[in-house]
């Protein structure tokens, strides 16, 4: 850096002009380059300037032979290197915080700045600290200081003004937009610096006039119309010229001053208008890109409303179609105007008001299309419309799909049958009316159809369904119901009712046509039906209540054998009260230990001895609902197997107990649920049980009703077969009463017989009974099993029994069901209830 001060100050002392005793430079070129160099690298080249500066101004006073002077010139020298350092580095500091941290000649701002501050305030510190250091070491006099101070301060002022901005136009980034072509700017450049310069040769520099006059409008014209470093070369290059002549011509004072203003006109007018165009320049390219990216933006969003699936159309206020893109032609039909009713109902909007309706247009083909369509007024500013949009969204896919999707909700896949919510949407809409008709639920539940998907597959009884909803359809009036509730659940709900006599003739032919078999592949499938019928409305009727009525007595028909139907009454709703208060009972004791044991002695009636303990139970806090009945309703409600393990863990307890203590018990015999012996693992859990409990397989009798030989035969028969071999005995309770054969009961290894109560009850009043039960004995005895009366009552039946030779009786003759404090005096002490004579 201190190597280019020196060699431009050489370079500008070449265009020195002789004036008077000495020369003087018009144009100081190390003040612009430093200038500009500055501004472009920042402040740290400072050590340059410096060194440069000082160098330079004390070469030209140093004599080596005499030592005082050298020390006065480096002196000097020192202190015009600290006025150049502080002149280069203030103006460009004031510049970038005051005029364009960006360091651009843009805008009146950053001209004044530029010019008052970096080129005329911050170059009066280098004059003052460069006079100054030559007067105060002797190197000039006091006469001789203030013009060389002016002149020092002009030469550093107009160097600033006219190279900087040249350096810096040519190191700025080029700005293509509205720049003329280079090869054009080059000639418009040369040719105002040649006007420039011929202006120099023809007018004196005594009167500038209209010459004057002239370059400015030159340089104005060329600051406008050319990017700023052209201007900036066509002045310095004018300037350059005119320094040339003045060289060369002149010779006085005047002649240096009148050039020096010359300088400093032209580059304040170039700083000032080119710093003026730029901003003009700068915001054209801003509003073009403004403009642009508007159009862009235009664009994009018409192409976005040309490609939108929606329809998008634009109305005048007389209905007639401006605009409508291609999905409005498509939707609407080229050139489609709104109907009359429609643009009246459009003419009704405010500005900015919009309207959403359904409407059915007709296609080109005559096909009908639903649209949301939805319409805004576009005001006009003065308080009407001037245009109206209409965006319209065909939804004919969504309806088809919704009534697709609300017939899939309301109906059955399989049979194309009403579902239950299809159902119950039907009762409220029956029930809804302002005089609701009478009506009638009939609901049906198609028996053994387990049996035939277990036996025959899934598809044997789909095909059953199918021909069930077909025949139930061919039954019912025009207007009436038919629905799949699922499963085998169906019903049919029949509307305007006049007698019940009629439904029940309704009930009696779907009984009929359901008892018909179905044909499936070589197969006649039979299942028929039992049907619950609920009348309505009720007071107060709902959709759930006439179908929990309806179930109601289907659960009647059901108990009572199935194959039927019932209606129903107060009786049934007041029987499943009961029914579910009973559970509800059964749930709470099993919760909270609330079973009570009771065991009733079984006597050997040959001798007297104390052959076996039935355990019977009740609910404690239902201690007079019998255990029947109980046991029923924990089937019904799926709670028997918690009920049996509870009732055999409790038994069991209580048989442990009493050994502990010492007292001996016979076999005891607990009750037990199909349910519980058809359950897949029973015979595994109940030997587990006992194991647990330390005891053997003899200490128990299992007493199963006949019903519990029934159903899955082969499992019921493994799990009898391993209790026996773990030495459970096994006894058919109710004898008599139920379904098995005697086939069954010869293949399975049972332990005894018990004759039914009500057989033995009336064996002193008919032969017939006593016949039974004599002959029930005897085939017992063939199998070699032995034979328990139950419900033995009085005496006379207590001999008859002993007659037949039955094994062994129990009932309140030979005592009641015990407590525990009975059990354990029954237990001290095992004597025959009966006289010896009895035995």
Request: with cysteine; aromatic share 6%.
């Amino acid at each position: 850096m201190a190597v280019v001060y020196v060699l431009t100050a050489r370079l500008s002392q070449l265009f020195a002009v002789s004036v008077g005793p000495g020369n003087v430079t018009p144009v100081w070129l190390p003040s612009g380059l430093l200038l500009a160099w500055a501004l472009r690298r920042g402040p740290w080249i400072w050590p340059g300037v410096f060194l440069g500066a000082g160098f330079g101004n004390a070469w030209t006073y140093f004599d080596a032979s005499h030592w005082a002077v050298a020390a006065r010139a480096l002196a000097a020298g020192g202190m015009n290197g600290l006025g150049d350092t502080l002149s280069i580095v203030g103006g460009a500091w004031l510049f970038i915080r005051f005029g364009d941290r960006h360091v651009r000649l843009v805008g009146p701002r950053a001209a004044r700045v530029f010019i008052v501050g970096s080129c005329v305030g911050a170059t009066l510190l280098s004059a003052l600290f460069g006079v100054g250091g030559l007067w105060a070491f002797g190197f000039t006099t006091a006469a001789d200081a203030q013009l060389l101070l002016s002149t020092w301060w002009v030469g550093d002022g107009v160097g600033a003004l006219l190279i900087a901005p040249f350096i810096l136009a040519w190191t700025a980034p080029r700005q293509v937009a509205l720049a003329p072509h280079t090869g054009e700017a080059w000639a418009m450049t040369m040719a105002g610096a040649a006007v420039l310069v011929g202006e120099g040769f023809v007018v004196e520099f005594r009167e500038l006039g209209g010459a004057g006059l002239l370059m400015l409008l030159v340089t104005f014209w060329a600051a406008v119309r050319l990017p700023a470093r052209y201007t900036f070369t066509g002045v310095l290059a004018a300037v350059a010229g005119n320094i040339l002549i003045t060289a060369s011509q002149a010779t006085d004072e005047r002649a240096m001053v009148r050039l020096q203003i010359f300088m400093g006109v032209l580059g304040v007018t170039a700083v000032g208008v080119t710093s003026l165009a730029n901003l003009v320049r700068r915001l054209n390219r801003q509003l073009v890109a403004r403009l642009e990216a508007g159009d862009a933006e235009l664009a994009l969003r018409g192409a976005a409303i040309e490609a939108a699936a929606s329809a998008i159309a634009v109305v005048d206020p007389d209905g007639a179609l401006r605009w409508g893109n291609p999905a409005w032609q498509s939707l609407a039909g080229e050139g489609r105007s709104p109907a009359p009713d429609e643009l009246a109902d459009w003419r009704r909007l405010r500005p900015g008001e919009q309207r959403e309706a359904m409407v059915v247009h007709r296609r080109a083909d005559g096909d009908a299309v639903t649209v949301e369509q939805t319409v805004t007024a576009l005001g006009d500013g003065a308080g009407g419309v001037r245009a109206f949009v209409v965006v319209e969204e065909d939804v004919s896919p969504f309806l088809a799909n919704e009534a697709r999707l609300s017939h899939l909700a309301h109906h059955d896949p399989l049979t194309g049958l009403l579902n239950r919510a299809g159902l119950l949407a039907a009762i409220e809409g029956a029930l809804g009316g302002r005089a609701p008709a009478h009506l009638a639920l009939l609901l049906l539940d198609l028996d053994r159809f387990k049996d035939i998907n277990d036996a025959l597959g899934h598809a044997a009884g789909d095909a059953v369904l199918m021909a069930v909803a077909h025949r139930l359809q061919a039954l019912v009036r025009e207007g009436d119901g038919v629905a799949r509730l699922g499963g085998d659940e169906f019903a049919v709900l029949q509307r305007d009712v006049d007698v019940p006599e009629d439904v029940g003739g309704l009930a009696r032919r779907i009984l009929v046509a359901l008892a018909e078999p179905v044909s499936w592949r070589g197969h006649q499938i039979r299942c028929g039906a039992s049907v619950g019928v609920a009348l309505g409305p009720d007071a107060r009727e709902s959709p759930l209540s006439l179908l929990e009525r309806a179930d109601v007595a289907l659960y009647d028909v059901k108990e009572r054998g199935r194959g039927d139907f019932a209606f129903h009454d107060d009786r049934m709703t007041q029987a499943v009260r009961a029914r579910l208060a009973l559970v509800t009972e059964i749930e709470a004791a099993l919760a909270n230990d609330g079973l009570t044991l009771r065991w009733q002695p079984q006597w050997r009636l040959a001798d007297g001895v104390l052959v076996g303990l039935e355990v019977l139970f009740e609910l404690t806090a239902a201690p007079h609902t019998p255990m029947a009945h109980v046991m029923k309703a924990a089937e019904r409600a799926g709670l028997m197997p918690q009920l049996g393990e509870a009732l055999m863990e409790a038994a069991l307890g209580v048989l442990v107990a009493h050994r502990a203590a010492g007292r001996a018990m016979p076999r005891i015999g607990v009750n037990v649920s199909p349910v519980e012996v058809r359950a897949a693992g029973y015979a595994h859990r109940l030997l587990d049980r006992l194991a647990r409990h330390n005891l053997k397989g003899r200490v128990l009798t299992l007493e199963l009703t006949e019903s519990a030989l029934l159903g899955d035969v082969p499992q019921v028969v493994g799990a009898i077969s391993a209790l026996h071999a773990a030495g459970v005995a096994l006894a058919i309770d109710d004898f008599g009463t139920g379904h098995s054969s005697l086939a069954m009961v010869g293949e399975l290894p049972m332990h005894q017989i018990k004759i039914d109560r009500r057989f033995v009850g009336r064996m002193a009043d008919t032969p017939e009974s006593e016949a039974i039960v004599r002959a029930a004995v005897r085939m017992a005895h063939a199998l070699g099993l032995q034979t328990v009366a139950e419900g033995v009552e009085t005496l006379a039946q207590l001999k008859r029994l002993k007659a037949v030779g039955c094994d062994a009786g129990q009932g309140t003759l030979l005592g009641r069901p015990l407590d525990e404090a009975g059990l354990l005096r029954l237990l001290e002490r095992p004597e025959w209830p009966m006289g010896a004579s009895d035995l």
